[in-house]
């Protein structure tokens, strides 16, 4: 609740000119706009992320472990250098776009504009979908789909009738963060030359001294993302009644076929555009940066502080998450609805109206945490709190409440049940969520220039700013760092999560 009376506070204030700022036509076409975005980017990760989900869960797709990680791997690559990338593939003078033009052909679609946003976003956040997705279909049971193929409906009407609303609230919790990450990013709009919602807001936090008129702006963007997190519990909320619970055991290996190359050729094209484009970028920049005398340098701090933060921040937010996923989940209500929808529309906030509403807080209520580590831990796992609520909450949505009941029926303690029935249980919706919140906060930039510590310098803000002054080859080593340092990662938490429990 903090940043959102922080905004209103600052709305408050407002005077005439921030109020005619609301209120002028521009507003509400930045706002349109920024709704279509968050709209095609939660359906485009949807459409990439769901079918990746089911082809590394559930079929013999040839090297589907190694698929997994490449897949996820895109959620380390900061919004900004995909955009980067992105044009210097398909841009008028990109790579592409100059083959293309040198076969006579008048050359690629614009990448700029919504289009562009689309596709960086898209690409950027189909990951949440698949790690929501992917936890689900590890721990549902296999039986009804069985059933209905037993029955005589084949696979896609099986798929359609029982696997989908079986999968529904974790594509939900998918799509929305999905559609959050696009209303609230300022830094692939920007190079994309796409107004949205947030970059007027980010303009008018740094044209004046007054904040009034920025936050009174940011509500209205909080208000949108209200909006979406209604639609999205809508649609959990018919779902959670066909989720079935029982004794859960192994599906079935579904075999692909002849649909085995085309699977490979889907899976191919997307790794292509959201991870081998952007490391293609990041080694022609490391590449020519040597070969133009620039050293090679990456410091041991950034690194240091980078996997300190994202650690923390991913215990904090996997510890927080638990009370609020049980809290919607097993004692829905009013206040578990009003928190889940705050939870929500805070994480649509851009990432500046937190830093300060922190900084404000740190100030004025407890100074001594002001510039330190626990207070930017703090923002990174309240910032990043609802991708490791959803994915908890859809995994505990598979867990029915017989289970832990029968066991506290048999003399066993609260405790007990949650140590060694529960979070057993849960165990992959948990670690989604860690690897979620520990690769959003390594690559996070609003939160760690506003709010770290005196030195404190991650390997994000090392790329951010490098390249934000042209100076790319310099930017090529931290940003090189970064992706593996999110691929070790991605690799050990998808390998435990594969685990029996």
Known sequence: MLPLAYLAIRASGADERALELMLRPRTLELLVSSVVLAAGVGLGATLLGVPLAWLTTRTDLPGRRAWTVLSVAPLAVPSYVLAFALIAGLGPRGALGGFVESLGVAGLPSIYGLPGALLVLTLATYPYVLLATRATLMRADPALEEAARSLGDGFATAFRRVTLPLLAPAMGTGALLAALYAISDFGAVSILRFDSFARAIHVQYRSSFDRSGAAALALLLVAAAFALVWAEARVRRRAALRVPHGARRAAR???????????????????????????????????????????????????????????????????????????????????????????????????????????????????????????????????????????????????????????????????????????????????????????????????????????????ATQVWGAANEGFFARAAAPAAVLMLISLASVTLLLRDGERPG
């Open 253 to 459: 290996v579904v075999p692909l076929g002849h649909w085995r190359w085309p699977a490979l050729a889907f899976c191919t094209a997307v790794v292509c555009l959201a991870l081998i484009l952007p490391a293609s970028t990041i080694g022609y920049w490391l590449v020519r940066g040597l070969d133009q005398g620039e050293p090679l340098r990456v410091l041991a701090a950034p690194i240091r502080d980078s996997l300190v933060a994202g650690g923390a921040a991913a215990l904090v937010a996997v510890g927080l998450a638990l009370p609020v996923a049980f809290l919607v989940v097993r004692h829905p209500g009013r206040l578990a609805s009003i928190a889940d929808r705050v939870l929500y529309g805070a994480y649509a906030m851009p990432g500046i109206a937190l830093a300060l509403a922190l900084v404000f807080f740190s100030l004025n209520v407890v100074p001594f945490l002001y510039q330190t580590l626990v207070l930017l831990v703090l923002a990174y796992a309240l910032r990043f709190l609802p991708q490791a609520s959803g994915t908890t909450r859809s995994a505990l949505m598979l867990i029915g409440p017989r289970v832990p009941e029968a066991a506290r029926s048999l003399g066993r303690s609260p405790f007990e049940v949650l140590r060694t029935i529960t979070l057993p249980l849960l165990r992959p919706g948990l670690l989604a969520g860690a690897a979620l919140v520990f690769l959003s906060t390594i690559k996070e930039l609003p939160l760690t220039l506003l709010v770290a510590p005196t030195g404190f310098s991650t390997l």
